[in-house]
Nanobody, 114 residues
């Protein structure tokens, strides 16, 4: 069974930074990986995606502030979040997509105070 585990969520002040990590129990080099988030009362939305070739895409809300990266040797992806805003408060989920099959983690909580 594939395990996807997020970590790094925390309580931070507005303008602060956090780095989220997502480690998968199986090799990720052939997988596309993504970070999603779900704020209270809202639908889950994609924040950032990184393809197996290293190319990445970001939601408009993340552009210029968030950077997603991957370390295939560690089966881990990261989300560096800078200049955090209260509207970034959410549970952040990691997704592994391998040949159309999704696996999800249980999420890590990020709370940004104003």
């Amino acid at each position: 069974q594939v395990r996807v585990e997020e970590s790094g969520g925390d309580f931070v002040q507005s303008g602060g930074s956090l780095r989220l990590s997502c480690t998968v129990s199986t090799p990720i080099r052939l997988a596309a990986m993504a970070w999603h988030r779900q704020a209270p009362g809202k639908q889950r939305e994609m924040v950032a995606k990184i393809n197996r070739d290293g190319s990445s895409n970001y939601a408009d809300a993340a552009l210029g502030r968030f950077t997603m990266s991957r370390d295939n040797a560690k089966n881990t992806v990261y989300l560096q979040m800078n200049n955090l805003k209260p509207e970034d408060t959410a549970i952040y989920y990691c997704e592994r997509n391998l040949f159309g099959v999704d696996e999800w983690g249980h999420g890590t909580q990020v709370i940004v105070s104003s």
